[in-house]
């Protein structure tokens, strides 16, 4: 079984930070890459950045490069997501999600962002 607990979501003011954290633990083989999704009400999941074991390479969504930042520990079992100038389009449930490289999906339950005056 495979825990993914997340952290950090909240109330914020438009051009506010957050960071969001995600740990991992239990019996993962082994990590390819841990990412955060999005969905905010009435619209489909969407990937917001992603970052792979391996080189530690990272993907981002053209609507938060430059403002966002994926990183891990140096265990490799804990992502961050570090949201600056945050907007009200930035609404959402975040979801953390960990691929092993036996490509199985293991999604969080969300944690809530809510970007309001």
């Known amino acids: 079984q495979v825990q993914l607990v997340e952290s950090g979501g909240g109330l914020v003011q438009p051009g506010g930070s957050l960071r969001l954290s995600c740990a991992a633990s239990?019996?993962?083989?082994?990590?390819?890459?841990m990412g955060w999704y999005r969905q905010a009400p009435g619209a489909q999941r969407e990937l917001v950045a992603q970052?792979?074991?391996?080189?530690?390479?990272?993907i981002y969504a053209d609507s938060v490069k430059g403002r966002f930042t994926i990183s891990r520990d140096n265990a490799k079992t804990t992502v961050y997501l570090q949201m600056n100038g945050l907007k009200p389009e930035d609404t959402a449930v975040y979801y953390c999600k960990v691929r092993s490289v036996l490509d199985t999906d293991y999604w969080g339950k969300g944690t809530l962002v809510t970007v309001s005056s």
């Open positions: 239990g019996s993962i083989f082994s990590i390819n890459s």
């Open positions: 970052i792979f074991t391996r080189g530690g390479m990272t």
